[in-house]
């Protein structure tokens, strides 16, 4: 059974940064994505990044581009989100997602994951 835990997520700062981790457990992730998405109150979840496991491919979101970097650790079974830059429109419970890469998915698309982390909660104040 797949499981995956966020950390890192807290109050800052417009223009401040924050690194959210997300620890994944139960599976071998070589051909996986992980990915992670965002939920304001009163929207709808959206794709923030994602990274293909197998060869490092990254996407991200025309909002984040620029701003937030993912990256993972192999040793770990670790992926990680570095926000810098940090805008009030940032604010949103983080969720951290992992699918297996099968036939065309799409890393940027929430109902392609199978997996979710229970999520972290990022604040920025103006």
């Known amino acids: 059974q797949v499981q995956l835990v966020e950390s890192g997520g807290g109050s800052v700062q417009a223009g401040g940064s924050l690194r959210l981790s997300c620890a994944a457990s139960?599976?071998?992730?070589?051909?996986?994505?992980m990915g992670w998405f965002r939920q304001a109150p009163g929207k709808d979840r959206e794709f923030v990044a994602a990274?293909?496991?197998?060869?490092?491919?990254?996407y991200y979101a025309d909002s984040v581009k620029d701003r937030f970097t993912i990256s993972r650790d192999n040793d770990k079974n670790t992926i990680y989100l570095q926000m810098n830059s940090l805008k009030p429109e940032d604010t949103a419970v983080y969720y951290c997602?992992?699918?297996?890469?099968?036939?065309?998915?799409?890393?940027?698309?929430?109902?392609?994951?199978?997996?979710w982390g229970p999520g972290t909660q990022v604040t920025v104040s103006s």
């Open positions: 997602a992992a699918s297996r890469v099968v036939g065309m998915v799409s890393p940027t698309i929430s109902s392609t994951y199978a997996y």
């Open positions: 990274n293909r496991w197998s060869d490092g491919s990254t």
């Open positions: 139960g599976r071998t992730f070589s051909n996986y994505f």
